[in-house]
């Protein structure tokens, strides 16, 4: 089809792809659960960070969740690159003060 593009896929939200990275991401080798912990889930998160430490695509994560891969319907979760949301919260905010 040609012409101009519809509103309603205009609107649609993006869907963001890791890259080829992801592919070495640790966290794809265990419970990804452990990740995404309940409210609470202080020992789950710790397991998750710990992991994260150690993945040879931390960086590559963390960029990732900072371009909103990390962001669904408004609310911030997971554990991403080792950091929680409100570390990735303060990542946001360090970087646009320095953009700014
Ligand atoms: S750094 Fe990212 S890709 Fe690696 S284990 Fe942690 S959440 Fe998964």
Same mark, same amino acid.
């Given at each position: 089809m040609t012409g101009t593009p519809r509103p309603a @896929?205009?609107?649609?939200? !993006?869907?963001?792809?890791?890259?080829?990275? /992801?592919?070495? @991401?640790? +966290?794809a080798q265990t419970d990804p659960d452990l990740w995404f912990p309940e409210i609470g889930g202080h020992r789950e998160a710790a397991? /998750? $960070? $710990?992991? +994260? $430490? @150690?993945?040879? !695509?931390?960086?590559?994560?963390?960029d990732y969740a900072? /371009?909103?891969a990390d962001t669904w319907n408004g609310f911030t979760t997971g554990i991403w690159g080792g950091t929680s949301p409100a570390e990735r919260k303060q990542i946001r905010r360090a970087r646009k003060a320095a953009a700014a």
């Open positions: @896929a205009a609107a649609a939200p !993006v869907l963001l792809i890791p890259g080829p990275w /992801a592919e070495d @991401a640790l +966290c397991t /998750a $960070r $710990r992991i +994260c $430490r @150690a993945c040879p !695509v931390r960086a590559e994560c963390l900072l /371009a909103g």
